[in-house]
């Protein structure tokens, strides 16, 4: 494959039960301590926040408008276009303040991309291995001392992760590949769950002073896209088909516990039918874009647009903004757009 082809937690969370991993309960209590989706760990950009120079433009209310000058604060969600999935990663990570306005020295971070089977990256079923690669870059340059990659798919682990090229590409980036088990799940009280009330959950995800979500963009038969809300599907353990029944209220119940520092979604190659699975180039778009926020509501609402759909397509999206877990109205949001 040719290159060129190719959550610090932003949300209040508190938890009544957590079984298996008292450190990890006891970092989720910290991180609510933090309080609001608006500044954790009082962010601010590292860098400034890239100019309009190469047909940039700031979204603001809905329109578009050139500006001159760097923004004095990070927009809500920034989307880049290239022909490098990698630096695709970088500049929307960039404006969003860098990878150092969620990771610091130290850090323990975990990375988690769609490997839900073992497709070859152009089939746009997985998560592209260059936007992961740069993001577990991205981490250790920020000072992580280590960042592991895992997923849960529905068939072999191992396998799904190597026919990807994301373990080859983790691997070379300096990162680890945790192929996870039964064992490295723990049932998980959820407190603001409508309709799941509790489920086995992957410890590594509380564990983690970071939590990156990296989603691929992609149509799905039941859910109609999946995107980051639905990706969090990847650390839950049991029997997820169960998951299916109410799932649009299911799977906000899952958001309202597991809030992700920073979501990253690829949308370098998107599925445009016969998600989630694929199998046929036909099927496959190349937008060739990537789209970074603090809010996966929001990420997933300007995602929703690479299909020519609206965030009210989407009965979860619509669950989570009226349960005040993100935005769905992006009129109401800065989005910083540019080419990498």
Known sequence: MDRREFCRFVGACTIVGCAGSLAGCARL???SSADTRAAVRELKPSRPVPSTSESEAVETSGSTEPTSEPSAAPPDLASFVGDDPGANVRAAVGALGGMARFVRSGDLVVVKPNVVVARAPEFAVTTNPF???????????????????????????????????????????????????????????IPDGLVLKSWPILSDVFN????????????????????SMKNLMGILGGSRGQIHQDFDQKIV??????????????AYRILVRNGPTGGDLGDVETPKT?????????????????????????????NAADRGLGVTDLSKLTVLRGKS
């Not at 072999?156 to 945790?178: L, T």
């Not at 983690?208 to 995107?227: E, Q, R």
């Not at 300007?302 to 619509?318: I, N, Q, R």
């Open 29 to 31: 209590l910290d991180w």
């Open 131 to 189: 936007v992961v690669a740069e993001i577990v870059k991205m981490a250790f340059e920020a000072g992580a001392k280590d960042v592991v990659v895992l997923d849960r798919p529905t068939g072999a682990v191992r396998n799904a992760f190597e026919v990807s090229g994301i373990a080859a590409a983790v691997a070379q980036a300096g990162g680890r590949v945790k192929y996870v088990a039964d064992r490295d799940f723990a049932n998980t009280t």
């Open 208 to 227: 983690a002073d970071v939590f990156i979500n990296v989603p691929i963009a992609k149509t799905h038969g039941m859910a109609g896209l999946t995107m």
């Open 253 to 266: 119940d899952v958001n309202s516990l597991v809030r992700p520092h920073l979501v990253v979604l690829d």
């Open 290 to 318: 990537c789209i970074a926020g603090t809010d996966p509501v929001a990420v997933d609402s300007l995602g929703t647009s690479l299909f020519g759909m609206k965030p009210s397509d989407l009965a979860y999206l619509v």
